[in-house]
Nanobody, 121 residues
Framework: VQLQASGGGLVQAGGSLRLSCVAS????????MGWFRQAPGKQRELVVV????????IAADSVKGRFTISRDNAKDTLDLQMDKMKPEDTAVYYC???????????????WGKGTQVTVSS
């Protein structure tokens, strides 16, 4: 399984970025896919995960109303639209997959290499 994330970069506070992840190596339509992030000196944390059916989304409170996750099961892609960004969103963002559904605090089975997101104040 390979997960390739792209779209990171530098943005000013209040701005937007869009991350994309392309998955390959298995059928992902029934898997949970999501984004996690790790800021310097902090533990990796959940950003938002979407289950295979697309019906259930689990997001950190800090990003609700600002970040939108979407997936295309036909293309095995996962996107994260980040709006109204804040300096505290600065982190390395990772795309990840869990076989089956995800519930908060579950582990993920596959991880991509991260992409740096920096929000300047």
């Amino acid at each position: 399984v390979q997960l390739q994330a792209s779209g990171g970069g530098l943005v000013q506070a209040g701005g937007s970025l869009r991350l994309s992840c392309v998955a390959s190596g298995r059928t992902f339509s029934t898997d949970a896919m999501g984004w996690f992030r790790q800021a310097p000196g902090k533990q990796r944390e959940l950003v938002v995960v979407i289950n295979g059916s697309g019906g259930r989304i689990i997001a950190a409170d800090s990003v609700k109303g600002r970040f939108t996750i979407s997936r295309d099961n036909a293309k095995d892609t996962l996107d994260l639209q980040m709006d109204k960004m804040k300096p505290e969103d600065t982190a390395v963002y990772y795309c990840a997959v869990r076989r089956g559904d995800y519930a908060r605090n579950d582990g993920m089975d596959y991880w991509g290499k991260g992409t740096q997101v920096t929000v300047s104040s």
